[in-house]
């Protein structure tokens, strides 16, 4: 097994407008994206289950062109609302840092 945090190359968050958020995971070798897509375990449920929103609710995109998955879901609260502790979403992708990916690290990824 292999963690996000481990094996990829980008993981970050940021707002898609005040009332919606984006997780992107980026790998660096078409080796790993496609070790990672063959698992299924990046998907709308697991970003569901992670950020307690409905599977429908998230809007997944594997881009394979750039080594990437994306997944845009709702925000709990609109960015500067009151109450909200991230405005502008960027410390929202920690929970996809702990997933375990079931994997065994390939000869040509990086260290």
């Known amino acids: 097994m292999a963690r996000i945090r481990d094996i990829a190359k980008v993981c970050k ?3 898609a407008g005040p009332f919606q958020l984006t997780l992107d995971v ?6 790993l994206y496609d070790a990672v897509a063959a698992t299924g375990v990046l998907s709308p449920e697991l970003i569901g289950r992670l950020y307690n929103v ?10 394979p062109a750039g080594l990437a998955f994306k997944a845009t879901i709702p925000r709990a609260i609109p960015a500067g609302d009151l109450g909200d502790s991230d405005v502008y ?4 992708h920690a929970p ?7 994997i065994n690290r390939l000869a040509d990824d990086p260290v």
């Open 13 to 15: 968050s940021k707002n």
């Open 96 to 102: 996809l840092l702990e997933v375990d990916i079931p």
């Open 54 to 63: 409905a599977p429908e609710d998230v809007l997944f995109t594997p881009y």
């Open 89 to 92: 979403g960027c410390q929202q």
């Open 26 to 31: 980026v790998f660096e070798t078409r080796s």
